[in-house]
């Protein structure tokens, strides 16, 4: 009896024992997955916007250790947790983001009720918008503003409405939207944020006064020292756009030496050589930019940096050869970049300008009033340049002056010359001929 109740003991021990190691082993897993995201989240993303090659071995090492997790301990009380990691780090990754879509929509509907809920569907709205499909965004992020359960993700969900109607440029609405969360979350975490994109959405419409306005009163806040900095990055923009080159220089170099992220390094030097192209160091711009293209090839970077480098050639230094040569590399770069298509269209105008230049062409009176009508069209409606439209259709009535004149003086050589006088052009061609005995000219030969 006595041996009995020692086995049941040490089997009671061992049970235990066992149960312990277990919860040990999955509460390390998970720990460790924890430590893995945190690691991955900390670094700094790459000048492409991208996670780097060890945060992404980290998202991969978090989830392996979630899925091992999911696996052994389908029913522990933290599998919510583990999930909603593993999807977060999928989505991190940057590598399929209709994957973590997946695992997101796993996620709640094996969690529907949990803490973590809210935070999915943003980040399911987030994949919608980037993947383009805008109405189910914008209806998710709805329901959860509808939803007073989830008030506090209330200003969450405003600030990234708004960052979704300033990228469609819906910007009065962005603003109201911006001016709604200024005044009814004053105590929220996105109270600075949401200062720094309603000054991003005057900046974009081109309210720069305003746009500047905002950002100086975010500065002189307690706001986080990255929120200040993208600030003084969105002023540096402002001066440049109201042509304050000397201003905008300043403050770039500046943030040049404060900057601590990686991502915005190339932002900063891709606006630097901006400003040299205002200040007309061309020289310098051009070496800026040619690096910002070496060094992030196939990318959006690169074809923004092809973008700018093709203008400078065009607008500034009228070197039309090299202009459409950068112009076609936006595409070649990155055939969906922001700039391809208006890169396409600048290129057709100065392959346009080409040929009208051409010396060696034989066009007619009524061509060439076709082409320089077109040409200006080019100026009007493709690159928005009023000023040299205007210009060409201002050259078109003088034209006619000159061909007119040109005309009646032919005829009057023409008649000349059937009544045997030669004209004074000729004539010191003929003078010109006499003297060279290879080289003689009758009047019956011209």
Not at 110 to 136: C, H, L
Not at 189 to 215: P, V
Not at 227 to 245: C, E, G, Q
Not at 267 to 277: D, H
Request: proline share 3%; charged share 30%.
């Amino acid at each position: 009896m006595h041996n009995s109740g020692t086995i049941k003991f040490k089997l009671f021990l061992l049970l235990l024992i066992l149960l312990l190691t277990s919860s040990c082993v999955y509460f390390n897993t998970f720990y460790n997955a924890k430590k893995y995201f945190e690691s991955a989240q900390s670094q700094p993303l790459r000048e492409t916007g991208r996670p780097t090659p060890r945060a992404i071995q980290d998202y991969d090492r978090v989830i392996e250790r979630c899925t091992y997790i999911l696996t052994e301990y389908p029913e522990s009380k933290w599998a919510d947790n583990a999930l909603f990691l593993l999807a977060r780090s999928v989505y991190y990754k940057r590598q399929n983001l209709l994957q973590a879509r997946e695992r997101f929509n796993d996620f709640l509907r094996a969690f529907p009720q949990s803490e973590f809920a809210p935070e999915a569907n943003i980040y399911i709205s987030k994949i919608d918008y980037e993947t383009g499909n805008k109405q189910e965004a914008y209806r998710r992020l709805q329901e959860i503003s509808g939803n007073k359960v989830y008030i506090s993700y209330h200003p969450r969900v405003l600030l990234l409405k708004s960052e979704f109607r300033i990228k469609d440029k819906d910007f009065t609405v962005a603003q109201n939207i911006l001016q709604r969360l200024i005044d009814q979350y004053p105590k929220a975490d996105e109270f600075e944020q949401a200062y720094l994109n309603l000054g991003i959405s005057y900046l974009d419409n081109k309210e720069y006064e305003m746009s500047r306005e905002i950002f100086s009163l975010l500065l002189r806040t307690r706001a986080p020292r990255r929120t200040k900095l993208n600030a003084r990055f969105y002023m540096a923009m402002n001066y440049y756009y109201l042509k304050s080159y000397n201003e905008a220089h300043d403050m770039v170099t500046r943030l040049i030496r404060d900057e601590y992220e990686t991502a915005m390094f190339t932002r900063l030097n891709m606006l630097l050589a901006r400003i040299m192209i205002g200040k007309k160091e061309f020289t310098e711009a051009e070496t800026i930019l040619k690096l910002i293209i070496e060094n992030n090839r196939r990318t959006a970077v690169a074809a923004e940096a092809s973008f700018h480098l093709a203008e400078m050639y065009f607008l500034s230094l009228l070197d039309y050869g090299k202009a459409i040569e950068y112009y076609n590399r936006v595409q070649a770069e990155l055939r969906t970049s922001e700039f391809a298509d208006q890169a396409v269209a600048r290129s057709a105008v100065v392959s346009q300008i080409v040929q009208f230049s051409r010396q060696d062409r034989s066009l007619s009176a009524r061509e060439l009033i076709d082409e320089q009508f077109k040409l200006a069209e080019y100026y009007l409606y493709v690159m928005n340049m009023p000023d040299s439209a205007l210009s060409v259709y201002r050259s078109i009535e003088p034209q006619k002056t000159r061909m007119v004149n040109r005309r009646d003086t032919l005829l009057i050589q023409l008649a000349d010359l059937k009544m045997g006088v030669l004209p004074e052009s000729l004539k010191e061609h003929e003078v010109e001929s006499e003297s060279d005995d290879e080289s003689s000219y009758g009047l019956d030969e011209i």
